[in-house]
């Protein structure tokens, strides 16, 4: 089946030490997103990516990052966690009709990242 | 930037009982999707329903565009139906969905 991929689904760091989530897709969309979602609040975009093109959201700190080498790839890059980083991070894809719209959006099971 | 309301901000009900969850936004908007997030955290697309009405099995969901506003039913509800509901929208300018604070629903058996 089509999906999107997240890994590790837990992931535990310490404070300070750069860590990476990875997100994959099968379904061949152009646009891939990373979104925070921390503890009783709705998924916060961060960024997104429509192919190439790189999209940040105004607020996203500096201390996230983010690289998609291929269409089927995308990672998430925390440069220095803090113990506020400490969330749900979801990926999620969509493929842009010709509508211009960008149509349904398919979310991964998520990464819960711990900061120590 | 858009604003997404979502009504009731908790809910709680017995196995079998039936609810209607609202959604109110305030511009007009390119697409709109209801989504499910279990205890595990997966968000489960419900319905993608820009205008118009959808049903799938127990679940059915209603948006009138013009009036800004959704509504999600849930008949027969089960326990595995327990979940926090989002409601999102994608404002006419594009590229961004931007949720509501969900609703939280219990079932109880």
């Known amino acids: 089946d089509a999906m999107v991929i997240q890994n590790p689904r837990y992931q535990v760091t310490q404070f300070g030490k750069p860590v990476t989530l990875s997100c994959s897709q099968t379904?061949?969309?152009?646009?891939m997103y990373w979104y925070q979602q921390k503890s009783s609040q709705a998924p916060k975009l961060l960024f997104h990516y429509y192919d190439k093109d790189f999209n940040n959201e105004a607020d996203t700190p500096d201390n996230f990052q983010s690289r998609r080498p291929n269409t089927s790839f995308c990672f998430l890059d925390i440069r220095s966690p803090g113990l506020g980083d400490a969330a749900m991070y979801l990926c999620?894809?969509?493929?842009?009709?010709?509508?211009?719209?960008?149509?349904?959006?398919?979310f991964g099971p998520g990464t819960r990242l711990l900061v120590l | 930037g858009i604003q997404v309301e979502q009504s009731p901000p908790d809910l709680i009900l017995q196995e079998g009982a039936n609810s209607t969850l609202r959604c109110n936004f305030s511009d007009s908007v390119n697409n709109l999707q209801w989504f499910h997030q279990n205890p595990w955290g997966q968000l489960i697309n419900l319905f993608y329903i820009p205008s118009g009405t959808k049903q799938n099995g127990r679940l059915s969901a209603t948006t009138v565009a013009t009036e800004r506003y959704s509504l999600l039913y849930i008949s027969s509800s089960q326990t595995t139906d327990s979940g926090v509901y989002f409601c999102?929208?994608?404002?006419?300018?594009?590229?961004?969905?931007?949720f509501g604070e969900g609703t939280q629903l219990t079932v109880n058996p």
């Open positions: 999102a929208v994608e404002e006419t300018s594009g590229s961004r969905l931007t």
């Open positions: 379904l061949n969309h152009n646009v």
């Open positions: 999620a894809t969509s493929d842009p009709g010709t509508s211009g719209s960008w149509e349904t959006q398919y």
